[in-house]
């Protein structure tokens, strides 16, 4: 063989041992990611040529569910409560990828999960189309309708827990958004609602009840109630108030929202949360417990933490305390303070469990197709921030602030009811914020709450805590 000839073979061999080498690449390294990318059309038609499991509440009812239209995509997503339950749900796209439940318990619903293979292999052998597995939720109806109700067209969110459980009762944001345009078999009728949603400014996909934090206000003031309490004073200790309260190194003065709150220079403790004292906390604070106690106080209660329920949240922050100044306007919730609707519901929940915190989840149960459980949820203790006596009286000062203070529209007759109110400074020119974190207690059911409207104005906190009470009434099944 002459010279030109023996460099084309070689040439060839390389070519040839190229192609087997990212032959063999795609085969063993990338097959995976081509079988389930969403732009591989037969994996659509595979997907969508099977029931996909349903995600229902207690009792049966069916929140998202899929419908047979005889198309290529055989079967569709729908959601029979719109938007109600969208950021529970989320959605199932055909191209557009999937959030919430839909998303987190996918291999479930699905049928892709190793739990359902004797499903899946008595399906083959047989034939059957087995579809997916079901998902409950731990999501109460009436409570979760009077929220979605309540809320309206204001901007907001809520969210009840049991906290005996962490079972999560309701869990809310508004504006909220349809499920089922997104979901449609029409790909370009649903890009252009995905679209037309992003473009929102009242931004209708935020989920406010565990995506964003705001500043908390007043509602801050439990936990700074619950650090006073680890370091030994109690309810009735006499703190220092009066109508203005100037920080050290500062020449700013805080102020009670009205001069007839707290004017006297000594309240106790719960009369300070009762009356929502600035100056109180503020000073009590900055003078007794320092910003490490209460920046540690406030991690116990979650503060720092990214709750996985299976939906992950944003975490809370404290921000930078060092400062007196600082530390004297973050005990009043504001500064760097900000806070999530979720984690407002963890902190009530935290007191009116003994001082236990327990971990927060959405899914009471999977089922196979057939209905029988393949798993089933087993609440667990996340966190103690406070000792049993501790958690019993910032309970009654709670129940104080209700009874005889600021929280008054919570009140259920005949149920025993506690909470802070809180309003929040949402930037210069913005209307202030409005909250409520509470709780209802009946027999051995306890129910923890909060209620977050943005930007509600004068009277906002008012009417959170009526909606707090609303959403109360509707969890433990009675009227007000």
Request: net charge neutral; proline share 6%.
């Amino acid at each position: 063989m002459n010279a030109p000839l023996s460099r084309v073979g070689i040439v060839v061999l390389v070519l040839f041992g190229l192609i087997f080498v990212n032959l063999n690449y795609i085969q063993v390294f990338k097959a995976d990611d081509y079988r389930n990318s969403p732009y591989n059309g037969r994996v659509q038609l595979d997907e969508y040529n099977k029931e996909r499991g349903q995600i229902t509440l207690a009792g049966g009812v069916s929140i998202a569910k899929s419908v047979d239209t005889g198309g290529d995509l055989r079967y569709q997503r729908t959601y029979p409560f719109g938007p109600a339950y969208a950021f529970v749900s989320g959605y199932k796209a055909v191209y557009l990828g999937s959030d919430g439940i839909e998303h987190s318990e996918n291999d479930i619903l699905s049928g892709k999960s190793s739990e359902l293979f004797v499903n899946r292999l008595t399906g083959m052998l047989t034939g059957r189309n087995t579809g997916g597995g079901s998902v409950q939720l731990t999501i109460n109806q009436k409570a979760q309708e009077a929220a979605f109700a309540g809320l309206g067209n204001r901007k907001g969110a809520v969210v009840a827990i049991d906290a005996t459980t962490g079972a999560l009762l309701t869990v809310v944001s508004t504006p909220s958004f349809d499920p089922s345009p997104l979901s449609g078999n029409d790909t370009a009728a649903a890009n252009t609602a995905f679209q037309q949603y992003n473009k929102d400014p009242a931004q209708p996909m935020l989920n406010r009840a565990f995506m964003n934090n705001y500043p908390p206000g007043s509602t801050f003031k439990v936990v700074v109630s619950a650090a006073a309490l680890a370091k030994g004073l109690t309810p009735d200790t006499n703190i220092t108030a009066g109508p203005g309260y100037q920080p050290p190194q500062t020449e700013h003065v805080i102020k009670n929202d009205n001069p007839s709150i707290c004017p006297q220079d000594q309240v106790t403790m719960k009369s300070a949360l009762t009356q929502s004292c600035n100056t109180g906390f503020a000073r009590l604070a900055v003078e007794q417990i320092g910003a490490e106690k209460l920046r540690e106080q406030a991690q116990a209660f979650g503060f720092e933490t990214e709750y996985t329920t299976p939906l992950k949240s944003a975490k809370s922050e404290t921000g930078p305390m060092g400062d007196p100044a600082v530390l004297a306007g973050s005990a009043i919730g504001q500064q760097s303070v900000k806070m999530t609707p979720l984690q407002g519901a963890m902190i009530a929940a935290g007191v009116i469990n003994g001082g236990t915190q327990m971990r927060p989840y959405l899914v009471a149960q999977t089922q196979a197709p057939d209905l029988s459980v393949l798993d089933k949820a087993d609440p667990s203790v996340l966190n103690r921030p406070m000792t049993p006596a501790n958690a019993k009286g910032l309970e009654d000062m709670m129940v104080s602030v209700v009874e005889n203070g600021t929280g008054g529209k919570a009140k259920i007759k005949n149920i025993r009811v506690g909470g802070k109110t809180g309003t929040a400074e949402a930037g210069t020119g913005n209307p202030e914020h409005g909250w409520f974190i509470g709780f209802a207690t009946q027999g051995n059911q306890k129910i923890a709450v909060a209620v977050f409207l943005e930007n509600a104005g004068e009277g906002g906190s008012g009417e959170a805590t009526k909606l707090a009470g609303n959403v109360l009434a509707a969890a433990l099944g009675v009227g007000r």
